[in-house]
């Protein structure tokens, strides 16, 4: 018994150890780039390579600032990450609803569809959508880069399959009591289903913030195109400020980082609730 305990704490020991150099390796990339950013000029380019930087500083951020409309670009953003969380959570619990909960004739064929179009990437669709963009005048706006964000069938599906475990004698007893559908979703679906509308909040936040491919199509303004958009812009053609790219790249990536800290753990739980999967 003695050897087995021994032998369990080891590779428990030996699990941690290699979980936390992988976490290392994954995290080196994004700690370089925060580095990175406070580091002067010379820092940046000395060899041998110097990890820390030998003095701190807030030039390149002040650079960022001043000569290029780096707020406009993060209010351009923040307005169509959330703009699509909210539409999108409407949307998709709406759509997840019915599939889940009513029963009408192509329920389950439509459902199939939805899912079948998960395995289409955006870029099959960019040509459509552009002329669609045009056509209803939305070309060069925010709505034009956040409508085609919003209806997601990774949504659909993880909602759905959530909805599917909430047992049915409440919904039952609602409707004796002469509830509406509606009414059902309002008082007791969405209720027990915060976990999961949390974890698909965060999933929609960060795909919409960080989405560069669309918003470099249909956004033409460069006051009105978005941080990806924007620091593709700072790049350049002929040559690379790697200290205001750094600093751009570290404040674009500072709102999902803390929205992913702040609610964690919902977004384990929304998961691993919704993860059973149900006819």
């Known amino acids: 018994m003695d050897k087995k305990r021994t032998t369990s704490k080891y590779w428990f020991a ?4 290699g979980l936390l150099l992988l976490s290392i390796v994954w995290a080196f990339p994004s700690i370089w780039v925060a580095l ?3 580091k002067p000029d010379p820092d940046i380019f000395s060899i041998p390579v110097k990890i820390f930087p030998t003095r701190v500083t807030v030039e390149h951020f002040i650079r960022l600032f001043t000569k290029w409309p780096f707020s406009r670009w993060l209010l351009n953003s923040l307005f169509l990450a959330s703009f699509v969380t909210v539409i999108s959570l409407i949307v998709c619990t709406l759509a997840a609803f019915s599939f889940a909960r009513l029963s009408w004739r192509g329920r389950d064929a439509l459902f199939l569809i939805i899912l079948a179009s998960m395995l289409l990437p955006m870029e099959v669709t960019i040509i459509p959508l552009y002329f669609m963009t ?3 005048k939305l070309f060069n706006t925010i709505y034009g ?14 909602l759905r399959q959530f909805f599917l475990n909430i047992p049915r004698d409440l919904e039952d007893a609602a409707r004796i009591d002469g509830c509406s559908s509606l009414g059902i979703l309002w008082h007791i679906i969405l209720p027990n289903s915060l976990p999961v ?6 999933y929609i936040f960060n795909y919409a913030w960080n ?3 669309w918003s470099l199509i249909v956004l033409r303004d460069p006051q009105k195109v978005t941080l990806p958009v924007g620091l593709r812009i700072i790049q350049g053609a002929f040559e690379l400020d790697y200290g205001l790219i750094t600093a751009a790249a570290f404040i674009a990536s500072l709102p999902s980082l803390l929205v992913f800290l702040i609610l964690r753990q919902r977004l384990i739980r929304g998961i691993t609730l919704s993860s059973g999967i149900r006819g």
Not at 14 to 17: G, H, Q, R
């Open 14 to 17: 030996l699990t941690n150890i």
């Open 36 to 38: 990175t950013a406070f």
């Open 134 to 136: 045009v056509q209803f």
């Open 145 to 158: 880069a956040a409508l085609p964000l919003i209806p997601l069938p990774i949504g659909v599906f993880l």
């Open 197 to 202: 509308l949390s974890a698909y909040g965060i």
């Open 211 to 213: 989405e560069f491919l």
